[in-house]
């Protein structure tokens, strides 16, 4: 059974702070990492998406993978309100369907 | 920038009746998948569609499923009989090439009563 986990959260973090969500999966063979965000009542969004082992930066957000540890995390510098939502984790291989965790829930205080 | 389109956006229907839930994929997509969301919960791969035909589909997705894509644009979902726990958003999403990102829809909100 493949398996994606995610911390639930809440996790709080104040306006301009840094937030750190992590994640991890138990299949070796997966191959490609997605974070999606989803505001309450609606569809996952795609943030980012990672292959390679290392960091991948898009604006305020980077991807972190290591494949040796089965881990993918997903930086957000410079956090504003607007990012308070449920970051989903979601991991495939090839051409399989996406595995995703539960989500952590970020709250950004102003 | 191009959308997954779904309808209806809410569909409420009483337990027994058939569904069928519409999307529009991406135009210059190849894949399609439905996944659905209860509430509170992950979401939960049903299954995959490529070159006509369904490629993978998971255990929830029983007999009382079924997909088409019954013209060049349109990519549908039909539940047979409805359950109560047939209740949740479902989503339909696609890309063109399958190890990219899959696009989302804004989902479709189903109610069994």
């Known amino acids: 059974q493949k398996e994606v986990e995610q911390n639930s959260g809440p996790l709080s973090v104040p306006e301009g702070a840094i937030a750190s969500l992590n994640c991890t999966y138990s299949?070796?063979?997966?191959?490609?990492f997605f974070w999606y965000r989803q505001y309450s009542g609606k569809s996952p969004e795609l943030i980012m998406f990672?292959?390679?082992?290392g960091d991948k930066e898009d604006g305020r957000f980077t991807a972190q993978l290591n494949k040796a540890s089965q881990y993918v995390s997903l930086l957000i510098r410079d956090s504003q309100p607007s990012d308070s939502a449920t970051y989903l984790c979601?991991?495939?291989?090839?051409?399989?369907?996406?595995?995703f965790g539960k989500g952590t829930r970020l709250s950004v205080i102003a | 920038e191009p959308e997954v389109t779904q309808t209806p956006s809410h569909q409420v229907t009483q337990m027994g009746q058939e569904v069928i839930l519409r999307c529009v994929p991406i135009?210059?997509?190849?894949?399609f998948y439905w996944y659905r969301q209860i509430l509170g919960q992950k979401v939960e791969f049903l299954v995959s569609?490529?070159?006509?035909?369904?490629?993978?589909k998971s255990e929830i997705f029983d007999d009382q499923f079924s997909v088409e894509r019954p013209d060049g644009s349109n990519f549908t979902l039909k539940i047979r009989s409805t359950k109560l726990e047939d209740s949740a958003m479902y989503f339909c999403?696609?890309?063109?090439?399958?190890?990219?990102?899959?696009?989302f829809g804004d989902g479709t909100r189903l109610s069994i009563l």
């Open positions: 979601a991991v495939n291989s090839g051409n399989t369907p996406l595995v």
């Open positions: 299949d070796r063979g997966s191959q490609s």
């Open positions: 990672i292959y390679s082992n």
């Open positions: 135009s210059n997509h190849l894949y």
């Open positions: 569609f490529y070159n006509n035909e369904i490629s993978e």
């Open positions: 999403a696609s890309n063109r090439v399958s190890n990219q990102p899959q696009h």
